[in-house]
């Protein structure tokens, strides 16, 4: 089977960085996924990693580690406008490539 | 502009009724998924299809049925079968297979009520 884990929720100031973390269990790994998703809105993609290592887009980054079956989301220089939720995802190439989403980590952002 | 369209925005069925969600996407994706969604929950896969007349069940297909007879169209059927309906429902879609990556794009999501 596959499963993903992250934390329920998180809560930090405006200026400050935070990180959340995934773990996942999945027999057949493609790459994970990072999504933001404001209330009563749809997802929206953040970003992707498919090998080891850090990338940037601006204020998040994304870290992926294979062999620790980890991964993280890092967030920089909080905005208000950064609370939301945020899901990490993975490919399961052995269940015919269907995506799979973790339960999501709900971010609070205080003045 | 290209991209998802999901109809209607909010939709209100009573006990016993069928309903369908529409999800029409113009980004000529050959995969295309439906998600639900419960408050403060995460995203469950119901059905998804990676290539037009074909499709497999997700992990909470029971009650629902799908169709994909055109590569842009996959629509939702919510059958009375359906216990616990109330939702809110998510279309997605990608460019291909597990080979093009993870980035899948949504529409904006239908609300569903059973009142």
């Known amino acids: 089977g596959q499963s993903l884990e992250q934390p329920s929720e998180v809560t930090a100031v405006e200026g400050a960085i935070v990180q959340i973390n995934c773990t996942y269990q999945t027999s057949g790994f493609y790459g994970l996924s990072w999504y933001q998703q404001h209330d009563g809105g749809a997802p929206t993609f953040l970003s992707y990693n498919a090998l080891d290592g850090l990338e940037e887009t601006g204020r998040f980054s994304s870290f992926l580690s294979r062999s620790d079956s980890y991964g993280y989301l890092l967030l920089q220089e909080l905005q208000m406008k950064d609370s939301a939720s945020y899901f990490c995802?993975?490919?399961?190439?052995?269940?015919?490539?269907?995506?799979?989403f973790g339960q999501g980590t709900e971010l609070s952002v205080k003045p | 502009d290209g991209g998802i369209t999901q109809s209607p925005k909010y939709l209100f069925r009573k006990e016993g009724q069928n309903v369908t969600l529409s999800c029409e996407q113009n980004?000529?994706?050959?995969?295309m998924y439906w998600y639900r969604q419960d408050p403060g929950q995460g995203l469950r896969l119901i059905y998804y299809s990676q290539i037009v007349n074909d499709f497999q069940k997700g992990d909470i297909a029971e009650g629902y049925s799908v169709s994909r007879e055109k590569k842009e169209s996959f629509p939702l059927t919510v059958t009375s079968a359906q216990k616990n309906p109330t939702a809110f429902y998510l279309c997605?879609?990608?460019?291909?297979?597990?080979?093009?990556?993870?980035?899948?794009?949504f529409g904006e999501g239908s609300w569903l009520t059973v009142v």
């Open positions: 995802a993975v490919r399961d190439r052995n269940q015919g490539g269907k995506l799979i």
């Open positions: 980004l000529n994706h050959d995969a």
């Open positions: 997605a879609s990608s460019k291909g297979g597990p080979s093009s990556g993870n980035t899948i794009y």
